[in-house]
Nanobody, 115 residues
Framework: VQLQASGGGLVQAGGSLRLSCAAS????????MGWYRQAPEKQRELVAV???????NYADSVKGRFTISRDNAKKTVYLQMNSLKPEDTAVYYC??????????WGQGTLVTVSS
Protein backbone atom coordinates (compact mmCIF):
# COMPACT_ATOMS: atom_id res chain seq x y z
CA VAL A 1 0.00 0.00 0.00
CA GLN A 2 1.31 3.43 -0.90
CA LEU A 3 0.06 6.85 0.16
CA GLN A 4 0.68 9.87 -2.01
CA ALA A 5 0.12 13.22 -0.33
CA SER A 6 -0.02 16.58 -2.01
CA GLY A 7 -1.20 20.12 -1.51
CA GLY A 8 1.26 21.62 0.92
CA GLY A 9 2.92 24.96 0.39
CA LEU A 10 3.43 28.47 1.65
CA VAL A 11 0.44 30.59 2.60
CA GLN A 12 -0.13 33.75 4.55
CA ALA A 13 -1.90 33.69 7.88
CA GLY A 14 -5.65 33.61 7.36
CA GLY A 15 -5.30 31.77 4.09
CA SER A 16 -6.38 28.29 3.06
CA LEU A 17 -4.84 25.10 1.73
CA ARG A 18 -6.25 21.74 0.78
CA LEU A 19 -4.24 18.59 1.31
CA SER A 20 -4.96 15.35 -0.52
CA CYS A 21 -3.77 11.83 0.11
CA ALA A 22 -4.50 8.93 -2.21
CA ALA A 23 -4.03 5.30 -1.23
CA SER A 24 -3.02 2.75 -3.84
CA UNK A 25 -1.91 -0.84 -3.97
CA UNK A 26 -3.36 -4.32 -3.71
CA UNK A 27 -6.84 -4.84 -2.39
CA UNK A 28 -7.30 -3.56 1.12
CA UNK A 29 -10.00 -2.51 3.50
CA UNK A 30 -9.74 0.88 5.13
CA UNK A 31 -10.67 1.28 8.78
CA UNK A 32 -9.69 4.93 9.02
CA MET A 33 -7.77 7.65 7.22
CA GLY A 34 -6.42 10.83 8.63
CA TRP A 35 -3.71 13.38 9.15
CA TYR A 36 -1.00 14.00 11.68
CA ARG A 37 1.49 16.83 11.76
CA GLN A 38 4.89 17.46 13.22
CA ALA A 39 6.27 20.92 13.83
CA PRO A 40 9.99 21.53 14.32
CA GLU A 41 11.19 20.19 17.67
CA LYS A 42 7.73 18.96 18.56
CA GLN A 43 6.12 15.55 18.69
CA ARG A 44 3.86 14.31 15.97
CA GLU A 45 0.24 15.07 16.81
CA LEU A 46 -3.13 14.06 15.50
CA VAL A 47 -4.85 16.65 13.34
CA ALA A 48 -7.96 14.87 12.10
CA VAL A 49 -9.17 11.36 11.43
CA UNK A 50 -12.21 9.84 9.80
CA UNK A 51 -13.26 6.24 10.30
CA UNK A 52 -14.93 4.08 7.69
CA UNK A 53 -18.14 4.56 9.62
CA UNK A 54 -17.90 8.31 9.28
CA UNK A 55 -16.81 9.18 12.80
CA UNK A 56 -14.64 12.27 12.99
CA ASN A 57 -12.02 13.36 15.45
CA TYR A 58 -10.19 16.69 15.38
CA ALA A 59 -7.46 18.20 17.46
CA ASP A 60 -8.87 21.00 19.59
CA SER A 61 -6.48 23.44 17.97
CA VAL A 62 -8.00 22.96 14.51
CA LYS A 63 -11.69 22.53 15.30
CA GLY A 64 -13.80 24.96 13.34
CA ARG A 65 -10.97 25.67 10.89
CA PHE A 66 -10.04 22.31 9.36
CA THR A 67 -12.35 19.81 7.70
CA ILE A 68 -11.50 16.23 6.84
CA SER A 69 -13.34 14.39 4.10
CA ARG A 70 -12.99 11.23 2.04
CA ASP A 71 -13.76 9.97 -1.43
CA ASN A 72 -14.15 6.23 -0.90
CA ALA A 73 -14.20 5.42 -4.60
CA LYS A 74 -10.86 7.17 -5.06
CA LYS A 75 -9.48 5.96 -1.73
CA THR A 76 -8.51 9.56 -1.07
CA VAL A 77 -8.67 11.66 2.06
CA TYR A 78 -8.68 15.45 2.04
CA LEU A 79 -7.90 18.07 4.63
CA GLN A 80 -9.36 21.50 3.98
CA MET A 81 -7.48 24.00 6.11
CA ASN A 82 -8.96 27.46 6.53
CA SER A 83 -7.97 30.43 8.67
CA LEU A 84 -4.45 29.13 8.86
CA LYS A 85 -2.18 30.36 11.62
CA PRO A 86 1.60 30.42 11.88
CA GLU A 87 1.36 27.72 14.54
CA ASP A 88 -0.13 25.40 11.91
CA THR A 89 3.28 25.32 10.24
CA ALA A 90 4.40 21.69 10.17
CA VAL A 91 4.98 18.66 8.03
CA TYR A 92 1.62 17.01 7.54
CA TYR A 93 1.48 13.22 7.24
CA CYS A 94 -1.46 11.24 6.02
CA UNK A 95 -2.03 7.78 7.34
CA UNK A 96 -4.38 4.90 6.78
CA UNK A 97 -5.41 2.19 9.19
CA UNK A 98 -6.07 -0.96 7.23
CA UNK A 99 -8.13 -3.92 8.39
CA UNK A 100 -5.76 -6.65 9.63
CA UNK A 101 -2.76 -4.87 8.10
CA UNK A 102 -2.02 -1.99 10.43
CA UNK A 103 -1.04 1.59 9.75
CA UNK A 104 0.63 3.02 6.67
CA TRP A 105 2.09 6.52 6.36
CA GLY A 106 2.56 8.96 3.53
CA GLN A 107 5.79 10.82 2.88
CA GLY A 108 4.69 14.10 4.44
CA THR A 109 3.93 17.45 2.90
CA LEU A 110 5.19 20.75 4.28
CA VAL A 111 2.75 23.50 5.20
CA THR A 112 4.27 26.88 6.02
CA VAL A 113 2.10 29.71 7.28
CA SER A 114 3.70 33.13 7.32
CA SER A 115 2.61 35.87 9.68
Amino acid sequence: VQLQASGGGLVQAGGSLRLSCAASGSSFRINAMGWYRQAPEKQRELVAVMTSGGSLNYADSVKGRFTISRDNAKKTVYLQMNSLKPEDTAVYYCYVDLYRRGDYWGQGTLVTVSS
